[in-house]
């Protein structure tokens, strides 16, 4: 039934099963999904909201029947009406709670996190799909962040920033949850430091390669490889020649007989 309703919502809804692959190496290609446990904690704040949601509907049909029978004789088509109520109340509350949990399960199913040894690209969402891709060059920050409930459930959230990605503006726009394509996140992961550890090496890798940015920007990022850019050989190689001719015409100028005056 569900893998109906799924074929249904994403055919509806038009979203493509998978996401392509960001550009780089194919067999550098590693693919990245949300742990399980990620939607069992989820689902259990899912569960939480729908028990006070039943309870408010308990609340609400009871003061509405009350009200009814305050004010009425007790007709049959009086106790007709508020059967109709609770039951259209119901009804509601139950393809509601059918309808959440199947969005819910696909939320957790349709994240994707790809990474190649020159980008990665990550999507996430089914009514609102967000997909953004990162390349290593403009890569600027990387960190974990893991909540208490989070550590309960063995998981955590890895985040990338890219140049602009950082600043008040877009600290506002996380606090009203708005979509920043400067800030990616990994959520739900339970190998956040395998992910962590892959992404800074490349990171390195590609830095070293001389293919990325050079400038102090990124010398953050750097630190947490504990790794340093190589200089260039061949432009050390350039310098000592310079150096090596500077210091013969030096020796040469220095053995001329002094000019007269």
Known sequence: MYAFVKK?????????????????????????????????????????????????????????????????????????LILVLVAVLLVFF???????????????????????????????????????TMTFANIQNISVSQGPIQRMFGIADLRVETAGGGGAVHQANEQHNMFSMHVGFFRGVDNVEKIKTLMLERLKKYRDSGLGDTDDSSSDILDDT????????????????????????RSATEKLPPMEA
């Open 94 to 132: 139950v393809c509601q709670l059918f309808v959440s949990y199947a969005m819910l399960r696909l939320d957790y199913e349709m994240r994707w996190y790809k990474v190649t040894d020159r980008s990665l690209r990550i999507r996430e969402g089914v009514m609102f799909v967000r997909e953004m």
């Open 226 to 249: 504990k790794g340093s850019l190589p200089a260039n050989s061949s432009f050390i190689e350039a310098l000592k020649a310079v150096a090596r001719e500077v210091s013969t015409l």
């Open 8 to 80: 249904m919502a994403l055919a509806f809804l038009k979203v493509p099963p998978e996401p392509e692959d960001p550009m780089g190496d194919v067999g550098t290609l590693v693919v990245f999904r949300a742990s399980p446990n990620f939607f069992k904690y989820r689902l259990i704040l899912w569960i939480l909201k729908n028990v006070l949601g039943a309870l408010g509907y308990i609340v609400i049909a009871g003061v509405v029947i009350a009200g009814v029978l305050s004010h009425s004789k007790g007709t049959d088509l009086e106790s007709v």
